[in-house]
């Protein structure tokens, strides 16, 4: 396939080396690059969008502009919700480009360990079967199993969802909370993950899968996640914009958090632990403070939120 991938950074040029390597032409754009947009799209046969959510909406107007080959697919691998509408990044390219295939892709996949050759799976998911099988072939091999999936909201959610527990589980780690508070706290993680991913439209079972469950153990055990890194800064008594400086890349759980909080108030959403780690990041509560709350939420059954 000729396959256009928007996003230089680390995980644009992971997925890009991966299709590289099974023998697809590949051009890489970035907005630090020389490069034209339009001429890195043009013939393309699979656009992947791997850019900071930020960027996402800015870059579909200049593509907008330039135009896609027919029938080109876009594969969204953005794990990151957009400031004004609250959506998605898939959901903006399906608004803008609703006559072209489109693809999410999310898994467990820390795009260091990818580069170092080390076994990794995905999903890649679409209400077009065929789309994303041809997505599965662009990328699988010996060392990254891809799954295919019709819910591709779920999975894309999954991936969106988790980075908020990232940060809290990071706050836990760097507090010294130890193993049971981190269970506790992932477990419940996940039930938050699937109250609002199912109220988006989302499969329960989806949650379960390596969208959901499996990206959210990697990025909320791995010093390699950038979302982790930032709870475990705060959680050591650093400033957030000290953390962030550090920071190599975009932790996209920083903006989700407090996007998904203000929906959530608005839709009677029950999102505590989202809530207590917008509290820590706008400076509001100490770390401590923070899942002290949590500890001490009305009682209930666990089936409960």
Known sequence: MRIAVLGGGAWGTTLAGLAADQDHQVRVWSRSEALPLG?????????????????????????????????????????????????????????RFADHPLVVLSGPNLAAEIRAGLPAATVVASADG???????QCLASE???????????????????????????????????????????????????????????????????????????TTCNSPLSRNYQVGFGLGKGQSLEAV?????????????????????????LEVPITNQICAVLDGLRPPTEALAALMTRRLREEGGG
């Open 39 to 95: 001429e890195v799209l043009a013939q393309a046969e699979a656009v992947f969008s791997c850019l900071p959510m930020a960027a996402v909406a800015g870059v579909i107007d200049q593509v907008i502009a330039l135009g896609l080959p027919a029938g080109a697919i876009v594969v969204n691998a953005t794990k990151g919700l957009d400031r004004r509408t609250a959506r998605p990044a898939s959901s903006l390219w399906q608004a």
């Open 143 to 217: 060392r990254f199993r891809v799954y295919t999936s019709a819910d591709w909201r779920g999975v894309e959610l999954g991936g969106v969802l988790k980075n908020v527990i990232a940060i809290a589980a990071g706050v836990s780690d760097g507090l010294g909370l130890g193993a049971n508070a981190k269970a506790a706290l992932i477990t419940r993680g996940l039930a938050e993950m699937i109250r609002v991913g199912t109220h988006w439209g989302g499969l329960a079972e989806t949650f379960y899968g390596l969208s959901g469950l499996g990206d959210l153990l």
């Open 130 to 136: 065929q789309a994303a099988g041809r997505i599965q």
């Open 244 to 268: 962030l400086e550090r920071l190599e890349g975009t932790a996209e759980g920083v903006a989700t958090a407090a996007i998904l909080a203000e929906y959530a108030q608005r839709s009677a």
